[in-house]
């Protein structure tokens, strides 16, 4: 699979916030079996949005670039077949 062109986060740790540094992203929940449906989330001119799913608030963090995560390893990739 080619990487993501729109960052997808992950909850592993269960922290109750995680700092990003884009505004456009996906929630994946946590790593596969314990994932939920991957959705989209945009936050729009807001600075923190709550993922319907899992309940992880993301706050946007300007100084992180877009793979980075606050607290970090949140950051998801997939893993090869």
Do not use: W
């Not at 990487?3 to 992203?25: L, M, R, T, Y």
């Amino acid at each position: 699979m080619a990487g993501h062109s729109i960052p997808h986060f992950q909850n592993d740790g269960g922290h109750q916030a995680i700092e990003i540094g884009v505004k456009e992203f996906m929630c994946t929940g946590a790593s596969v079996p314990f994932d939920h449906p991957h959705i989209f989330i945009d936050m729009g001119d807001d600075n923190e949005k709550v993922c319907s799913y899992c309940s992880t608030l993301y706050r946007y963090n300007p100084s992180l670039k877009a793979t980075e995560t606050n607290p970090s390893g949140c950051l998801f990739t997939s893993k090869a077949a």
